[in-house]
């Protein structure tokens, strides 16, 4: 069984928008810009100036949150014809990767119009169709450039790497990439071309996701040691290597942080002795995943053979994350205890002060539609609000919002921009 959660710090701005709100107004989506501001400086300072930063957009692709990220990242990596739109929409100008499996000609259309930086090609097939495509849009001639690419590679995922800490994807069956060994033939076939539109820049692998600083600097290492010798092997320049994402965000302590100094200082390393190479990360998750609050309130508390639930306004619908992930959803009790309108029959539901703990539920007929359990909650009752922590990343956006049709959060995003207010009404 995993620890129940740390204790959860609510910032004052976030806890006064949600004792604010009207219970029709809940459950609600507020979004710490500010916060998310300082942490990016944070990592961005971490960084060496040889460490491009990349933002992955399928963490969080919320406009505010893409807009509020620009000043700290390089650019972003989109992986779908939606987010490529949706994203240059955003943040005008900046740099994009096109990354993903299964890219349509339409995709990679429209991502050679719209002049992304790099296309992370995935299969023979997915580099043929960029080459044919890029012919007809003319790159490489006339004075227009070959379009930039990085080869995408499922490389083995080094030793050392503690079973069960990390999501690991490489060095193993998937449909991500091309085989080390293909690698190779795709390389000449890149850079064979006599007048080309392609230009090969290097390496990209994304080969695991929950690691910490050491183990994200192992697999860093070992892809670009990789890199470093395909590329000698081909007589071959290697200006850039693509690490990954896959920073951890420990749900269990949400007080904690990935180690960005650690990482930085072995990236830099790491780039010292490859002079000539810059590495990226793209890393999602850890990057947004603090920023973001699920607010509700409780509308019903009860005891079911022996054990305390309160069911929540909302749920894993909104906020599917402690499903797909398997924990318990951080959050912090906000007890309502002025009311000034409640009459004594108001009380009936409130939990006992010595009842132990509570399993917080959402609206939803499966039994699946738990966002935390063993939460110490004494004295809980209808109307108290409850803030769920680290849910700025792979939580709207990966929920099922209409399974069972009720109605959508609202969101907010406060401090939207440097000293302002509230973003957006
Ligand atoms: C999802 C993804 C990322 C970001 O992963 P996080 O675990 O959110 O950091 C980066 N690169 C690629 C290719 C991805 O698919």
Request: charged fraction near 20%; hydrophobic fraction near 40%.
């Amino acid at each position: 069984m995993t620890p129940a959660p740390g204790p959860v710090t609510v910032p004052a701005a976030v806890e006064r928008l949600v004792r604010s709100l009207p219970p029709e107004k809940l459950p609600a989506y507020v979004y710490d810009l500010a916060a998310l501001r300082d942490h990016a400086a944070r990592i961005r300072t971490a960084l060496g100036p040889r460490t491009e930063l990349y933002y992955a957009a399928k963490a969080n692709p919320e406009t505010d949150v893409l807009r509020a990220l620009s000043p700290y990242v390089d650019g972003y990596e989109v992986s779908s014809g939606g987010e490529l739109a949706h994203v240059a929409d955003a943040v005008p100008g900046r740099p994009l990767a096109f990354g993903g499996p299964g890219k349509t000609p339409e995709e990679t259309s429209a991502a050679l119009r719209t002049g992304v930086a790099r296309f992370h090609v995935e299969s023979a097939r997915d580099l043929r169709q960029l080459a044919r495509l890029a012919r007809e849009n003319g790159a490489g001639t006339g004075g227009r450039p070959p379009v930039g690419v990085l080869l995408r590679v499922n490389l083995p995922v080094p030793g050392g790497l503690p079973a069960g800490s990390a999501l690991t994807m490489g060095g193993s069956p998937s449909p991500f990439g091309v085989d080390p060994a293909d690698a190779e033939d795709l390389l000449r076939e890149l850079t064979g071309d006599g007048r080309p539109v392609l230009r090969w820049y290097g390496v990209h692998a994304h080969l695991a996701s929950g690691l910490t600083a050491p183990q994200h600097l192992a697999l860093a290492r070992s892809v670009v040691t990789w890199s470093a010798a395909l590329a000698a092997r081909h007589g071959l320049p290697l200006p850039e290597v693509n690490v990954g994402g896959g920073m951890t965000v420990d749900y269990t302590r949400p007080a904690d942080r990935f180690d960005w100094a650690a990482l930085g200082a072995g990236l830099d390393r790491l780039a010292d002795e490859h002079p000539g190479t810059v590495l990226r990360i793209e890393p999602g998750r850890a990057l947004t995943a603090y920023c973001g609050w699920y607010a509700t309130e409780v509308l019903d508390v009860k005891r079911s053979h022996g054990e305390n639930f309160a069911v929540l306004r909302g749920g894993t619908h909104h906020l599917r994350t402690p499903a797909t992930k398997g924990h318990d959803q951080p959050c912090a009790v906000l007890p309502v205890r002025d009311r000034p309108d409640e009459r004594p029959g108001d009380l009936v539901g409130a939990l006992a002060e010595t009842a132990g703990t509570v399993t917080l539920t959402g609206q939803l007929c499966t039994p699946k539609d738990v966002l935390a359990r063993g939460v110490t909650a004494p004295g809980l009752r209808p109307g108290d609000r409850v803030a769920f922590a680290l849910a700025g990343a792979y939580a709207w956006n990966i929920s099922h919002h209409d399974f069972l049709m009720h109605p959508r959060p609202g969101f907010h995003f406060l401090g939207a921009s440097p000293g302002g207010g509230p973003g957006r009404p």
